[in-house]
């Protein structure tokens, strides 16, 4: 009977620290933090007028006009499109991480950028070498790539038809089990988690705005990579795949971590898989004694004009491990939430 009043006691106390970070993060200065908390934990309605005014908040956000603060007089961006952390590759899927509003037409020249690039011959080229020289069942793809502009893309509402020429492509490169990967070794034989998180997120997300069912079963082949490892471990022996897994961080951009693998799964419906137990298990024991979730690093730079890669126009909060980092803990209670944890 003690032992059960002690449980109940723990019980309840995790819901007084999961409803006091939630009450912090509904009230943080930052729009697209309140937005995320509303809709993805406690399950605003999109559509609502209270949310879609929260969409504007953040479209006119400094963070937002301080990632778009080097845009040219013809709305492009003075970079290559995947110069780290500012070309427009990553800057459109920042806004799309942040919930900008869909259908912006200012954003269709950092689209155009994007897809010159991707689309642009000189890339065909290099896609087309590897295809030769690998062959046809194992194409040495990054396919995070193609994976984060369609993602993009489509959250934005910038899509049209050369995105599917960019499915095409991850279509055409994945690999037997399921995933993908840019490995150049001959005798690479498995996908990379690196690589394979962003093509499955996409493609689902594909899947879901154009009704495709081969898009959907291409995304769940793809979530088999990670599940049969259950999110980080290896298949024989059951070792820690890379340490790099287990260490929080934000933005993501391609690295993969298991929270970014976890909101994938959340995203597609299998988080209740119960070969994402485990993972969910060290998730939830990352949280702080006050509660919310830390960074554990961080892989940008800040700095008020970028001129090297790696740099970012915008903090994305603390990275000390030690003090909660409000985008790591949205992300962590959007998962927590899914999987009926909180």
Same mark, same amino acid.
């Given at each position: 009977?003690?032992?059960?009043?002690?449980?109940?006691?723990?019980?309840?106390?995790?819901?007084?620290?999961?409803?006091?970070?939630?009450? !912090?993060?509904?009230?943080?200065?930052?729009?697209?933090?309140?937005?995320?908390?509303?809709?993805?934990?406690?399950? !605003?309605?999109?559509?609502?007028?209270?949310?879609?005014?929260?969409?504007?908040?953040?479209?006119?956000?400094?963070?937002?006009?301080?990632?778009?603060?080097?845009?040219?007089?013809?709305?492009?961006?003075?970079?290559?499109?995947?110069?780290?952390?500012?070309?427009?590759?990553?800057?459109?899927?920042?806004?799309?991480?942040?919930?900008?509003?869909?259908?912006?037409?200012?954003?269709?020249?950092?689209?155009?950028?994007?897809?010159?690039?991707?689309?642009?011959?000189?890339?065909?080229?290099?896609?087309?070498?590897?295809?030769?020289?690998?062959?046809?069942?194992?194409?040495?793809?990054?396919?995070?790539?193609?994976?984060?502009?369609?993602?993009?893309?489509?959250?934005?509402?910038?899509?049209?038809?050369?995105?599917?020429?960019?499915?095409?492509?991850?279509?055409?490169?994945?690999?037997?089990?399921?995933?993908?990967?840019?490995?150049?070794?001959?005798?690479?034989?498995?996908?990379?988690?690196?690589?394979?998180?962003?093509?499955?997120?996409?493609?689902?997300?594909?899947?879901?705005?154009?009704?495709?069912?081969?898009?959907?079963?291409?995304?769940?082949?793809?979530?088999?990579?990670?599940?049969?490892?259950?999110?980080?471990?290896?298949?024989?022996?059951?070792?820690?795949?890379?340490?790099?897994?287990? !260490?929080?961080?934000?933005?993501?951009?391609?690295?993969?971590?298991?929270?970014?693998?976890?909101?994938?799964?959340?995203?597609?419906?299998?988080?209740?898989?119960?070969?994402?137990?485990?993972?969910?298990?060290?998730?939830?024991?990352?949280?702080?004694?006050?509660?919310?979730?830390?960074?554990?690093?961080?892989?940008?730079?800040?700095?008020?004009?970028?001129?090297?890669?790696?740099?970012?126009?915008?903090?994305?909060?603390?990275?000390?491990?030690?003090?909660?980092?409000?985008?790591?803990?949205?992300?962590?209670?959007?998962?927590?939430?899914?999987?009926?944890?909180?």
């Amino acid at each position: 009977m003690k032992t059960l009043q002690m449980m109940e006691n723990v019980l309840i106390e995790k819901r007084i620290k999961v409803r006091t970070i939630i009450e !912090k993060l509904i009230n943080s200065p930052e729009p697209s933090v309140r937005y995320r908390i509303a809709r993805d934990v406690l399950d !605003k309605d999109p559509q609502s007028a209270e949310m879609l005014a929260m969409q504007e908040e953040i479209r006119n956000s400094d963070r937002v006009k301080q990632l778009l603060s080097e845009k040219q007089p013809d709305g492009t961006l003075p970079h290559h499109a995947y110069f780290k952390w500012a070309g427009s590759h990553w800057t459109l899927a920042m806004l799309a991480e942040l919930c900008y509003p869909s259908g912006n037409s200012l954003l269709i020249p950092l689209r155009e950028q994007e897809l010159d690039w991707l689309l642009g011959e000189h890339h065909i080229q290099a896609y087309e070498e590897k295809r030769r020289k690998y062959g046809p069942e194992r194409i040495r793809r990054c396919g995070s790539q193609e994976g984060y502009a369609i993602f993009s893309l489509y959250s934005l509402g910038l899509e049209d038809d050369r995105v599917k020429l960019l499915i095409d492509r991850l279509l055409e490169c994945q690999w037997p089990d399921g995933g993908w990967n840019c490995d150049w070794h001959p005798k690479a034989d498995t996908s990379s988690f690196h690589e394979t998180w962003l093509p499955m997120r996409a493609i689902w997300l594909a899947a879901e705005k154009t009704g495709n069912g081969k898009l959907r079963e291409t995304a769940r082949q793809a979530a088999e990579v990670f599940l049969q490892r259950r999110m980080f471990r290896r298949v024989h022996g059951g070792e820690v795949i890379d340490p790099g897994f287990l !260490k929080l961080h934000y933005p993501f951009y391609w690295h993969y971590t298991i929270l970014n693998g976890l909101k994938v799964m959340a995203e597609m419906g299998l988080i209740h898989d119960p070969r994402c137990k485990e993972a969910l298990d060290w998730l939830e024991s990352k949280e702080l004694p006050e509660g919310g979730y830390a960074a554990d690093k961080k892989i940008y730079r800040v700095t008020t004009k970028t001129t090297a890669s790696g740099c970012s126009l915008v903090g994305w909060g603390k990275s000390n491990g030690k003090s909660m980092n409000e985008f790591v803990t949205v992300e962590v209670l959007t998962v927590l939430h899914a999987a009926g944890r909180i």
